[in-house]
């Protein structure tokens, strides 16, 4: 057998310097400003208090959207995109903000309106049930998960899915 050599490189670690020297070194740990981190956590919370009002212009802009999929079945791929769209942008925010249901609900719709899936008016109805189940959750300010009431929501928007795709199958 020939002989073989093997050789080792060590490759710099880029990481730090990309964290712009907060990684730690040995025993140290990284620490951040009290002042800045309250001031940001508070900027947060503010951003909170206007996230229902500020969501539901995006929650109407999808009903828009909707309406313009019932009324011109013949462009609904380029309004499918527009909702997915949206769903997109919104589907980080809600959890962001405490309203962890607009953030499941626009990450189903976010799949829901994929290039891949139909245009079909059953979809359509799919799409409305996802938009009025996020203007529930708005309106009656349900953060978080939403407990038992989110269930039931969640419950509801499925049966909704089930009941549009079996007439689609």
Request: net charge negative; glycine share 8%.
């Amino acid at each position: 057998m020939p002989k073989v050599t093997v050789r080792y490189y060590r490759l710099k670690n880029k990481l730090k310097e990309k964290t712009l020297g907060l990684a730690p070194r040995g025993d140290d740990e990284i620490s951040f400003d009290e002042d800045i981190l309250a001031q940001a956590t508070a900027a947060l919370e503010d951003m909170a208090e206007d996230y229902p009002d500020w969501v539901s212009t995006l929650i109407d802009q999808l009903a828009d959207v909707h309406r313009r999929c019932v009324d011109t079945p013949e462009q609904r791929v380029p309004l499918f995109e527009q909702l997915h769209s949206i769903a997109h942008d919104m589907r980080g925010q809600g959890g962001t903000f405490g309203y962890q249901l607009i953030s499941d609900f626009a990450d189903g719709l976010y799949a829901f309106t994929d290039k891949s899936t139909s245009t079909s008016d059953n979809h359509v109805e799919v799409i409305k049930a996802h938009i009025d189940a996020m203007r529930v959750v708005i309106k009656q300010r349900i953060s978080g998960d939403g407990g038992e009431v989110g269930a039931e929501i969640k419950a509801g928007l499925e049966a909704a899915i089930k009941k549009y795709m079996a007439q689609n199958a």
